[in-house]
């Protein structure tokens, strides 16, 4: 049986080799997520909602800063995985409205591989 620390050396490992980014979208806009030629996308996770105060996108409309989509990983994951470019629109369309009268913003982390 292969042990816990086995699988996170093989895991560093794998990461070692990859570029990892991050990338935050305020609701209404979109960004497009790349790997270097030869690589594809990995997304660990991904949240739509709000989770900070006005340091991330700045607004009068901030009145729930604990709120995400439950869905935002996995839509993200099956848009973008696998893909060597994905773009994404940050709006409640693709990701529900988890605080309606909060202001929010799509923060991604990748890896490529």
């Known amino acids: 049986?292969?042990?816990?620390?086995?699988?996170?050396?093989?895991?560093?490992?794998?990461?070692?080799?990859?570029?990892?980014?991050?990338?935050?979208?305020?609701?209404?806009?979109?960004?497009?997520?790349n790997c270097p030629a030869g690589q594809t996308l990995f997304v660990g996770s991904?949240?739509?909602?709000?989770?900070?105060?006005?340091?991330?996108?700045p607004s009068q409309h901030i009145h729930n800063t604990n709120c995400t989509s439950t869905t935002s990983t996995a839509t993200v994951q099956y848009m973008c995985n696998?893909?060597?470019?994905?773009?994404l629109n940050a709006n409640i369309v693709a990701?529900?409205?988890?605080?309606?009268?909060t202001y929010k913003y799509l923060d991604v982390h990748f890896a490529c591989f």
């Open 82 to 87: 696998g893909q060597t470019l994905c773009c």
């Open 1 to 33: 049986m292969v042990s816990f620390l086995t699988c996170l050396l093989v895991i560093v490992a794998c990461f070692a080799h990859s570029a990892l980014g991050g990338a935050i979208v305020c609701e209404g806009a979109s960004i497009c997520l």
């Open 95 to 101: 990701f529900g409205d988890p605080c309606p009268t």
């Open 46 to 57: 991904a949240i739509f909602g709000r989770t900070q105060g006005a340091a991330i996108c």
